[in-house]
């Protein structure tokens, strides 16, 4: 695996004991199970023709996004209703016998709390390791270095395209909109639509701030050092892909 490159890997995740990446036909899953690491590889979904419609219109395509993602990860959105669902509870509500009084809390705190709280389950978890993983190896191969180990753990744990800086995007754009607007949903709404737009298009000075915030953010919260068993999972991930891409 060395040389020119020909295969573009358009995206990667990263779960509790797998790593996936995803080219131009195929996604190629690996996961470590039982000691033993055993790989899927299957071809792309077609978008739905309201995703690629909605794709095409500038503010309106970040919700292309969520209906995907919505559709593809719905029950992990349940959950995190559930969690903003007692998290309501617990803080906004009335008091009760838990807390002697009430905390007040707006949807900013709400907000960079829920950040917190997921990077912090991310970072102690396996999950953090794998998604470490999958920054390292996605680095090296666009390096257009070999896929080895000790190559691949030469390579930082950030990457300029992991999803964290859409993170940092909205939230900054809430923060400032939180000054001048109201405190409420629509708000939410209004600095998603904005934040996906500035991580889409990347404007050269504001990006540069965002970029560093995000890797930092990768750094502290959503990325932990990985042994070698995560490195050889995302490894095999993207050996299996670059494999399919180039059968066909």
């Given amino acids: 695996m060395s040389g020119k490159r020909r295969v573009k890997v358009l995206g990667g995740r ?4 797998y790593v996936s990446f995803t080219g131009e036909k195929y996604q190629a899953l690996s996961q470590l199970k039982n000691g033993k690491i ?14 690629i419609i909605l794709s095409n219109i500038p503010f309106v395509r970040s919700f292309s996004m969520v209906f995907e993602l919505l559709i593809e990860h719905w029950r992990r959105f349940i959950v995190a209703a559930i969690v903003l669902i007692l998290m309501e509870l617990l803080f ?14 707006n949807n900013l705190e709400m907000l960079l709390g829920l950040l ?3 990077g912090l389950i991310i970072k102690i978890s396996p999950i953090g390791k794998y998604h470490g993983a999958e920054h390292m190896t996605v680095s090296t191969y666009e390096s257009g270095l070999n896929l080895t180990l000790e190559n691949v753990r030469r ?15 909205i939230v900054l754009c809430f923060s400032i909109l939180s000054l001048i607007l109201d405190d409420s949903v629509y708000v939410f709404l209004l600095a998603w639509s904005i934040g996906y737009e500035l991580w889409r298009g990347e404007p050269k ?11 930092v953010t990768q ?26 891409e180039l059968e066909n």
């Fill in 14 to 17: 990263a779960g509790y004991n």
């Fill in 38 to 51: 055993t790989t899927e590889t299957k071809v792309n979904r077609e978008d739905k023709k309201i995703t």
């Fill in 92 to 105: 906004i509500g009335r008091s009760n016998s838990i807390f002697l009084y009430t905390i007040p809390i």
């Fill in 116 to 118: 917190v709280i997921a």
């Fill in 155 to 169: 390579q930082p744990r950030v990457h300029k395209d992991c999803g964290t800086s859409l993170a940092v995007s």
């Fill in 205 to 215: 000075v504001i990006w540069s701030l965002i970029l560093v915030i995000g890797k």
């Fill in 219 to 244: 750094y502290l919260l959503f990325t932990s050092k990985p042994q070698n068993r995560h490195l050889i999972v995302a490894i095999e991930a993207l050996k299996r892909l670059e494999e399919k």
